[in-house]
């Protein structure tokens, strides 16, 4: 009953073309984006580390990929190679220049990204599909490649590992062994929460309109005027630079260091690519959908269970989360192929209308 | 335009010479010529596998004939792709509905615009200022024609679960929101109920008659053809067998063996 749009009238295009045109949202986002913010301090350090954290972070890279295979159409599977150069090259920049803040250089590395993706979007014009995710992951095997032979990326570290330096913003150290989860899951939002706020005027307009032509009919997208080439090298340039920032963002707001060969494997493409089907092709919010289950779904059966007083130990919980994590995908895949952002999306609509069925 | 009442046919705007195409062995279009005046309603017909759809596929740029020309606005230009041929006015519709089937009536139309959309991608970005008054001022002109193809009840429906006769209006929709000089439409009323083809009558009409909008048509209704048409030209196998008025055309012995099949 409180989800009604009854007495909003819109007397303008602008209002009408607003991201959400019902009021309700509007008032929903707000609260969950204040939430965001206002709840933490008063969740564990291992809430904030092992749930909000990682979820925010493959959040932000689903929707990276989903820009390009839900609304471009075009499927890929180096998702985590492009992390990789985004994390790298932040690597690269901030050891290079540390006077400059570590936040420029996590946004622009997303930059290097892009570069690197759009010279492996090249072959999208010519193929598609199945054919262009093996030529993507051509993309992810020579990415880790470089990641493991080449020294200078990792400065020539003994390790062979990303080591990641100590950086503040104004004092307060955000980045290193001396940041706090806290501090570092409040610049890790801010960075989704605009990011996403981006992606979502870009799928909103031209650019996003210019997408999907391409992903429904390249034919008639064609005879708009829409340049093939051009749409799809701008898909995977957005699309690379949002993996990048996130790999970016993974490395060092999370992990805190590590070895990319294991980190940014073909493992984390998959599951980047699963979160976003099961999510919702074509929707940001199902990227965060997607996250959440893939994500947070094996840590509620873990540690949620013997909390409520399951009786779990060691390897059978284990065993058990990916058995029940499986079965879950499964059923919410037969209930809505489409993804939970449908399922979501028909619910609002039922209860726009509800207790009434039309 | 409208209130002379007549039509004023003017000078030629699309000029087809000699235009041959093969796939491999097989010859689609065998040395082709005809003219398409502005203003006017030229019909495309013929039997089944005539070439009447690869002619349209050569004129926007799909298919590269081996041999011919295509004069379109006093510009020759033997190889042009679908890009120059959208750039320089000329939109079209499928036989086989085209459009998008994941987005909404308004979107699949406001696609027509994107030509004519310039603000850039920074803009676009923070979807503020110029990007916002950019797309109002689209938004509006679709808007007129979402009211001129009276669809306004579908105007946030995802096409995909449109009945066919809508669709085939709302790519119309999409075709007119490029202000094509030149629009061609390939069996703009193929299987339609007598309603659907007479509202579609009334809206190419309509279209020719308020925008001055030059039409090639392909259709198979030969009254709806007699009706609509100022000139109408025949293919046969690849083959011009006719080219004049729509009286001019029914009398012709070639079309009739054509259309009703000739003892050998």
């Known amino acids: ?358 | 335009m409208a209130a002379s009442g007549e039509r004023r046919i003017g000078d030629v705007v699309l000029k087809v010479e000699n235009i041959s195409l093969a796939f491999g062995g097989v010859r689609a279009l065998n040395d082709v010529s005809f003219d398409i005046r502005a203003h006017e309603i030229r019909a495309i017909i013929g039997p089944n596998g005539a070439g009447k759809s690869s002619m349209l596929n050569v004129i926007n740029g799909f298919y590269h004939p081996q041999q011919g020309r295509i004069t379109f606005k006093d510009i020759a230009r033997e190889n042009f792709g679908p890009y120059d041929a959208a750039s320089r006015g000329i939109a079209r519709t499928f036989q086989n509905i085209a459009l998008f089937k994941g987005m909404s009536t308004l979107d699949n139309i406001m696609t027509g615009r994107l030509l004519k959309m310039k603000v850039p991608f920074f803009w676009q970005l923070l979807r503020y200022g110029p990007a916002m008054r950019e797309e109002v001022e689209h938004r509006r002109f679709v808007e007129g024609i979402i009211e001129f193809l009276e669809i306004q009840a579908i105007r946030k429906v995802p096409v995909g679960r449109l009945p066919y006769g809508l669709q085939k209006r709302v790519e119309l929709g999409r075709a007119l929101a490029m202000e094509p000089d030149l629009l061609l439409l390939d069996e703009p009323m193929a299987g339609m109920n007598v309603e659907e083809k007479e509202d579609m009558c009334r809206f190419i009409l309509d279209i020719n008659d308020e925008f001055g909008t030059t039409i090639a048509l392909i259709e198979h209704d030969m009254s709806v053809v007699m009706d609509l048409s100022d000139r109408v030209v025949v293919l046969d196998y690849g083959r011009k067998i006719a080219d004049g008025t729509p009286e001019e055309v029914r009398s012709n012995r070639e079309v009739i063996d054509a259309y009703l099949g000739v003892r050998h």
Request: proline letters at 5%; one cysteine or more; hydrophobic letters at 55%.
């Open chain 1, 1 to 358: 009953m409180l989800y009604r749009e009854a007495g909003q009238f819109k007397t303008r295009y602008e209002a009408d073309m607003a991201v959400f045109p019902i009021r309700q949202d509007v008032i929903g986002i707000a609260l969950i984006i204040a939430a965001a913010y206002i709840l933490p301090p008063f969740l564990g350090h291992f809430v904030i580390g092992t749930v909000l954290i990682p979820f925010l972070v493959f959040s932000l890279a689903a929707m990276g990929l989903n820009l390009l295979t839900g609304y471009t159409g075009l499927l890929s599977l180096g998702t985590a190679g492009f992390m990789g150069v985004g994390a790298y090259a932040c690597y690269k920049l901030t050891t290079l220049f540390p006077e400059v803040n570590i936040l420029v250089w996590i946004l622009l590395s997303g930059f290097f990204a892009a570069a690197v993706g759009v010279v492996f979007g090249l072959p999208s014009l010519r193929i598609k599909g199945f054919y262009l995710a093996v030529a993507t992951l051509a993309a992810q095997f020579f990415l880790e490649w470089c990641f493991v032979r080449i020294p200078w990326l990792f400065n020539y570290n003994a390790s062979g590992a990303i080591e990641v330096p100590s950086r503040a913003l104004f004092g307060l150290p955000i980045v290193g062994p001396s940041a706090t989860p806290l501090t570092r899951y409040y610049v890790i939002l801010t960075i989704v929460v605009g990011l996403t706020w981006i992606a979502s005027n870009i799928v909103h307009g031209r650019v996003g309109r210019t997408w999907m032509a391409v992903r429904d009919m390249d034919i008639a997208a064609e005879l708009m005027g829409i340049r093939l080439l051009r749409a799809k090298l701008l898909a995977f340039a957005v699309s690379s630079y949002f993996c990048g920032v996130a790999g970016a963002v993974m490395m060092f707001l999370w992990y805190g260091g590590g070895e990319a060969k294991d980190t940014f494997s073909i493992n984390l493409s998959f599951t980047i690519l699963f979160m976003v089907i099961i999510g919702g092709l074509g929707s940001l919010l199902g990227a965060f959908f997607g996250a959440a289950l893939l994500h947070l779904m094996p840590i509620f059966l873990k540690f949620g269970l013997p909390a409520m007083g399951v009786p779990l130990g060691g390897a059978t919980a284990e065993h058990l989360t990916h058995i029940m994590t499986g079965a879950l995908i499964i059923f919410f895949l037969i209930v809505e192929p489409h993804g939970l952002a449908r399922l979501w999306a028909t619910a609002k609509q039922k209860l726009r209308l509800w207790p009434f069925p039309h």
